[in-house]
């Protein structure tokens, strides 16, 4: 069967036509690295020769997703600190330095600008203590993926760029969880720090909890390919762009970077406010914590 549906895959009829206009997305449930792709080149690399591949084309990005997300994800195997991304696509860390300094954004959470360069001259250094404890929670009250722990994250700002910007942070574990997080962000307040953070929370909260293998939700495309595919450049680039520019969120991922270590990370992309229940939960968790008072 599996011969069957590869070959099926692999006839030039079923690779998308560049001038017929039209956007398939594939999807990955078991191979080498889960996700969607937008091409079957691209899904081709994960499935081919890979034992019990399971993969499938959709017209939708969402009918893609919840055919990913219908079972527990098998990737290949991560030595401790390594982490494994599935996403649609991937923009250059420039592209996102550009946008961090763009002009201010006026909806009223997310996306795409972080702050104005007024801001930016003010930015405030914020020490944050790396020890993170909370009471220990029995294991059934988790949602797994296999072996590892899933969790969902999310960031928001309102006034996002602007002087009464207001950022919050959230964190999903499940229903009524012990360790669902709605805090405040520290220091400045853009919503790509935001995102970044609830992600260190998350990890700081599964460390406490003496978990080694999660599975991170995230809408946010810029955290995670900053934490997977740019942060090993960027330190050995002292710290600079492809395009020599300074990294403007620096101090976030590299905080990120120390808490991922030891961690077996399966970072995974789900579109923001398409209706997957973990994203809005862990955005309703965002948004009450913007609307805290910072401490």
């Not at 944050?128 to 949602?143: I, L, M, Q």
Request: hydrophobic share 30%; net charge positive; with cysteine.
């Amino acid at each position: 069967m599996l011969r069957r549906l590869l070959a099926a895959l692999i006839h030039p009829c079923f690779v998308p036509s560049s001038s017929s206009g039209s956007s398939m997305f594939y999807a990955v449930r078991r191979g080498r690295r889960i996700g969607v792709y937008q091409t079957w080149e691209e899904c081709r690399e994960q499935v081919n020769r890979y034992p019990a591949a399971s993969f499938k084309k959709f017209a939708s990005e969402a009918d893609a997703w919840s055919f990913v997300g219908s079972e527990a994800p098998q990737s290949s195997s991560h030595s401790a600190g390594t982490n494994g991304i599935s996403s649609l696509t991937q923009k250059s860390d420039s592209y996102w330095n550009e946008v961090e300094t763009a002009s201010p954004s006026y909806s009223t959470c997310k996306r795409p600008s972080e702050q104005s360069l007024e801001e930016e001259s003010n930015r405030k250094h914020v020490k944050y203590n790396e020890t993170y404890s909370a009471p220990s929670v029995s294991k059934d009250k988790f949602s797994y993926m296999g072996d590892c722990v899933v969790v969902y994250t999310d960031g928001c700002c309102s006034s996002n760029g602007r002087r009464k910007a207001r950022a919050g942070v959230g964190v999903y574990w499940g229903p009524g969880h012990p360790l669902n997080t709605s805090d405040r962000l520290s220091g400045r307040q853009t919503n790509q720090r935001a995102e970044i953070h609830a992600a260190c929370k998350a990890i700081e909260q599964a460390k406490s909890q003496n978990i080694k293998k999660l599975v991170l939700y995230t809408d946010s495309k810029f955290t995670i390919n900053g934490i997977t595919s740019w942060v090993d450049n960027w330190k050995n680039n002292g710290w600079r762009t492809s395009t020599g520019k300074d990294v403007i969120n620096k101090e976030d991922f590299e905080r990120l970077d120390k808490l991922s270590e030891g961690m077996e990370i399966q970072w995974m992309h789900v579109p923001g406010h398409a209706g997957f229940t973990g994203n809005e939960a862990a955005d309703r968790l965002a948004r009450e914590g913007a609307g805290k008072q910072n401490s």
